[in-house]
């Protein structure tokens, strides 16, 4: 076993890599690649690829999650050890942020508040806008606390600077639960396929909270084995009281309990005087929709059909676009615009004149449709689709009024209910 841990101390984080990896190449070729319907096949860059998520955004975080899960219940003699732990406890900091940025990324949540109208499979927020500089700034003043536990030797901060420190602390644990509360709520709400998977949105705070707990169980150890110093020597019977009661490390816990609320209270209040509402702290997590702790009821989503020119009628800004009414395409609700109808009025009468060109119309329009509405992600975007497709849409337009004597009767019954006739 001592040879083992000796190997181990000279390269901790390779080895932890390499056992990251070996558990993810496991996780790949159980799972394997699946093609067809009855029969697997085995594909070398998929492999590969399946093998590196599973390492580097699977495996490695729960890895170091049993790092301080084990941290927390030893606290070894051994320096090397103590330093391990530290920069462990760094290390999952930035990948923590990294990843949780990522997730946020290639997930369905959006940063859209409750009220706002949504596509497909987006989720609203869930953390309320007007609350997020309240968060914010007591999560900077949780990590402000932490910095200054873990960086200063306690013989250099004072035990009401430590109590503090620790109340601060409190609070980013408080944090970090509702998080947990919040998300693992509303599992259906994503779009990610990982209904099951919901956990891993809650591995950076729950390593969060064992950093914090552990940071606070060790500087109690240390001050216990610091020499004593003179404590106050006043005739002030209250200070006397206080400054016995601080140097007793075990009296730190009660003590930043009792000076959490007071704290939570002052920040609020100079938060107040710059614009932010009393009970943001609450509505942060109340005022969503989605989610566990959520207190309001969305509009349902829209479908946004993934053809490039109804992703066009839905996502362009309103002056530019021009959106008419509500539609229906294939069951779904869609956003209709002026352009859409005219281009799928354009193909009715060539299904209608000439079928043949229409089939093949149909299929260019479906290889390409795709791959442009995957790069149409912003109101801008679609606003430069709609105004190079103006030129076809007057091409459109003439022909509709040449081939049919009531042109805008049949642009107006496009996407009708019960019409089926959307097809663009």
């Known amino acids: 076993m001592r040879k083992w841990l000796d190997r181990f101390k000279k390269h901790p984080w390779l080895w932890l890599f390499l056992v990251s990896f070996e558990a993810g190449f496991l996780a790949a070729a159980v799972q394997g690649i699946y093609v067809g319907e009855n029969y697997y096949t085995f594909d070398f860059a998929a492999f590969i690829v399946c093998t590196?998520?599973?390492?580097?955004?699977?495996?490695?975080?729960?890895?170091?999650?049993?790092?301080?899960?084990?941290?927390?219940?030893?606290?070894?003699?051994?320096?090397?050890?103590?330093?391990?732990?530290?920069?462990?406890?760094?290390?999952?900091?930035?990948?923590?942020?990294?990843?949780?940025?990522?997730?946020?990324?290639?997930?369905?949540?959006?940063?859209?508040?409750?009220?706002?109208?949504?596509?497909?499979?987006?989720?609203?927020?869930?953390?309320?806008?007007?609350?997020?500089?309240?968060?914010?700034?007591?999560?900077?003043?949780?990590?402000?606390?932490?910095?200054?536990?873990?960086?200063?030797?306690?013989?250099?901060?004072?035990?009401?600077?430590?109590?503090?420190?620790?109340?601060?602390?409190?609070?980013?644990?408080?944090?970090?639960?509702?998080?947990?509360?919040?998300?693992?709520?509303?599992?259906e709400s994503f779009g990610l396929g990982l209904d099951d998977?919901?956990?891993?949105?809650?591995?950076?705070?729950?390593?969060?909270?064992?950093?914090?707990?552990?940071?606070?169980?060790?500087?109690i150890r240390e001050w216990n084995t610091l020499e004593r110093k003179a404590g106050y020597s006043g005739n002030n019977i209250y200070l006397t009281g206080l400054d016995k009661f601080l140097r007793k490390a075990e009296n730190w816990p009660?003590?930043?309990?009792?000076?959490?609320?007071?704290?939570?209270?002052?920040?609020?209040?100079?938060l107040v005087l710059f614009g932010q509402q009393p009970d943001a702290l609450i509505k942060a997590w109340t005022e969503t929709s989605d989610w566990m702790l959520s207190q309001k009821t969305a509009p349902p989503n829209l479908h946004r059909d993934m053809?490039?020119?109804?992703?066009?009628?839905?996502?362009?800004?309103?002056?530019?676009?021009?959106?008419?009414?509500m539609g229906e395409r294939h069951g779904h609700r869609v956003v209709v615009n002026r352009q859409l109808c005219v281009a799928n009025a354009f193909e009715q009468i060539l299904e209608e004149k000439i079928p043949g060109v229409h089939r093949k119309v149909r299929?260019?329009?479906?290889?390409?449709?795709?791959?442009?509405?995957?790069?149409?992600?912003?109101?801008?975007?679609?606003?430069?689709?709609?105004?190079?497709?103006?030129?076809?849409?007057?091409?459109?337009?003439?022909?509709i009024y040449a081939c049919d004597t009531k042109p805008e009767n049949r642009i107006a019954l496009q996407y009708l209910p019960q019409t089926g006739r959307g097809k663009s």
């Open 363 to 399: 299929y260019i329009y479906d290889t390409y449709g795709f791959p442009v509405a995957k790069i149409i992600q912003s109101p801008l975007a679609a606003d430069v689709v709609y105004l190079l497709m103006k030129p076809m849409e007057w091409c459109f337009l003439a022909v």
């Open 307 to 325: 053809h490039y020119l109804c992703t066009v009628a839905a996502g362009g800004h309103e002056r530019i676009v021009k959106p008419l009414r």
């Open 52 to 187: 590196i998520v599973y390492a580097l955004f699977f495996l490695l975080p729960i890895f170091l999650t049993l790092i301080h899960g084990a941290a927390l219940f030893c606290y070894p003699e051994d320096v090397w050890w103590k330093n391990y732990f530290i920069k462990c406890q760094r290390v999952t900091i930035v990948l923590g942020v990294v990843y949780s940025y990522l997730g946020w990324i290639f997930s369905d949540i959006t940063g859209a508040d409750w009220d706002q109208v949504l596509y497909n499979t987006e989720v609203h927020t869930p953390i309320w806008r007007g609350g997020r500089t309240t968060i914010l700034v007591l999560t900077l003043l949780a990590v402000a606390g932490y910095i200054i536990l873990s960086s200063l030797p306690l013989s250099r901060i004072p035990p009401l600077v430590i109590v503090f420190s620790m109340a601060a602390m409190y609070i980013g644990i408080f944090f970090c639960l509702t998080w947990c509360v919040q998300i693992m709520g509303k599992e």
């Open 197 to 219: 998977m919901m956990w891993v949105f809650c591995l950076f705070p729950v390593n969060c909270i064992m950093i914090a707990l552990r940071t606070i169980r060790v500087k």
């Open 254 to 270: 009660i003590a930043a309990f009792i000076v959490m609320l007071p704290l939570l209270g002052v920040v609020i209040g100079i």
